[in-house]
């Protein structure tokens, strides 16, 4: 590992990339902002600049060679995680990235976990609205428990801002969704399960269909669970399907909330996340994620899930971010 503080942002010219900037600022650390091409950096003037193109290994090498922590927002990830992360185990220096996309997590845990442990770094993809709060959740609400026989998540969304990396890597990501049955990742049924879930105000009861995201896989690498069911109110997939719907700007005005509950019954636990913008409310995630591996509050090295590294409760309690709130029991 580099004895280097410094923090790079790939993709920091794209829309979560731009917040992760902003709070990595405002958290007191002065981030190197890179990407593609030198061109797409233009817009910031005071940061270190740098570029490689995701194909160049070498060039990948020296883009993180003096960097402690690389977050990644340069989707799709099925394309960018895996060399930026090979890249990063190969420098010494820790990865993160936002990505929703299960064979992208998938991919970095097969395929780095033992050179990432060998190289005492931690490979953690998915850390993020969607993957990394809902196992942070799930492992507060389970405490020191490590298995469940059965879980849901419903993720409630008042309305959705769709960026352009995210339609591009809906476009891109075709492979089938995973979800937990009997222990094990097996394919989501077709067709998908519908139901309805009442969300805390202002978003309160609405339908929903069997939509898993990363935090399926997340889930599966460091707890047991039975049956696992992840759901998605489906009034803003008409937005994400309507190509008139316009991408945000700045932080918009959306409103969600991230539920989980284990058990049946009587007996049900629940976690329960609101904020404000699942892509600025990203950034905090991230860079808390980013203070704790610069300064050691972290445990283990490999290809990791958020909650298998960090402090589950604690972490959801340190997030600094005056629209987000998260309680359990």
């Given at each position: 590992?580099?004895?280097?503080?410094?923090?790079?942002?790939?993709?920091?010219?794209?829309?979560?990339?731009?917040?992760?900037?902003?709070?990595?600022?405002?958290?007191?650390?002065?981030?190197?902002?890179?990407?593609?091409?030198?061109?797409?950096?233009?817009?910031?003037?005071?940061?270190?600049?740098?570029?490689?193109?995701?194909?160049?290994?070498?060039?990948?090498?020296?883009?993180?060679?003096?960097?402690?922590?690389?977050?990644?927002?340069?989707?799709?990830?099925?394309?960018?995680?895996?060399?930026?992360?090979?890249?990063?185990?190969?420098?010494?220096?820790?990865?993160?990235?936002?990505?929703?996309?299960?064979?992208?997590?998938?991919?970095?845990?097969?395929?780095?976990?033992?050179?990432?442990?060998?190289?005492?770094?931690?490979?953690?993809?998915?850390?993020?609205?969607?993957?990394?709060?809902?196992?942070?959740?799930?492992?507060?609400?389970?405490?020191?428990?490590?298995?469940?026989?059965?879980?849901?998540?419903?993720?409630?969304?008042?309305?959705?801002?769709?960026?352009?990396?995210?339609r591009v890597t809906?476009?891109?990501?075709?492979?089938?969704?995973?979800?937990?049955?009997?222990?094990?990742?097996?394919?989501?049924?077709?067709?998908?399960?519908?139901?309805?879930?009442?969300?805390?105000?202002?978003?309160?009861?609405?339908?929903?269909?069997?939509?898993?995201?990363?935090?399926?896989?997340?889930?599966?690498?460091?707890?047991?669970?039975?049956?696992?069911?992840?759901w998605l109110n489906?009034?803003?997939?008409?937005?994400?399907?309507?190509?008139?719907?316009?991408?945000?700007?700045?932080?918009?005005?959306?409103?969600?909330?991230?539920?989980?509950?284990?058990?049946?019954?009587?007996?049900?636990?629940?976690?329960?996340?609101?904020?404000?913008?699942?892509?600025?409310?990203?950034?905090?995630?991230?860079?808390?994620?980013?203070?704790?591996?610069?300064?050691?509050?972290?445990?283990?090295?490999?290809?990791?899930?958020?909650?298998?590294?960090?402090?589950?409760?604690?972490?959801?309690?340190?997030?600094?971010?005056?629209?987000?709130?998260a309680a359990w029991?």
């Amino acid at each position: 590992m580099t004895d280097s503080q410094r923090v790079l942002v790939y993709g920091a010219s794209g829309h979560t990339g731009k917040f992760v900037v902003d709070e990595l600022r405002r958290r007191g650390l002065q981030p190197i902002v890179a990407g593609r091409s030198l061109s797409r950096l233009a817009q910031f003037t005071d940061p270190e600049r740098r570029a490689a193109s995701i194909n160049d290994g070498p060039g990948l090498r020296a883009l993180l060679n003096d960097v402690a922590v690389v977050i990644n927002c340069a989707g799709p990830f099925l394309d960018t995680a895996l060399p930026l992360a090979k890249a990063a185990v190969e420098t010494g220096t820790h990865y993160l990235d936002v990505t929703a996309e299960q064979p992208a997590v998938q991919q970095l845990y097969r395929e780095l976990d033992a050179a990432a442990r060998s190289a005492k770094t931690v490979v953690m993809p998915a850390m993020a609205f969607y993957g990394g709060l809902a196992d942070l959740l799930l492992t507060a609400v389970l405490g020191p428990e490590k298995s469940a026989d059965e879980v849901e998540i419903a993720i409630g969304l008042d309305r959705w801002w769709p960026t352009e990396g995210t339609r591009v890597t809906g476009a891109r990501n075709t492979a089938t969704r995973l979800v937990i049955r009997d222990g094990a990742l097996v394919p989501i049924s077709d067709p998908a399960a519908t139901g309805e879930w009442d969300f805390p105000e202002p978003i309160g009861a609405q339908s929903t269909v069997e939509l898993p995201f990363s935090e399926v896989v997340t889930i599966n690498r460091h707890l047991a669970v039975g049956t696992l069911r992840s759901w998605l109110n489906t009034a803003p997939l008409d937005d994400l399907h309507d190509p008139e719907t316009q991408a945000p700007h700045g932080r918009s005005a959306q409103r969600f909330a991230v539920e989980v509950t284990v058990g049946s019954g009587t007996q049900i636990r629940r976690g329960t996340a609101t904020g404000r913008d699942i892509y600025a409310s990203t950034a905090p995630i991230l860079v808390e994620a980013t203070a704790r591996l610069l300064d050691g509050r972290y445990r283990g090295s490999g290809a990791l899930a958020p909650g298998e590294a960090f402090a589950a409760a604690d972490f959801l309690q340190s997030i600094p971010d005056a629209d987000f709130e998260a309680a359990w029991g």
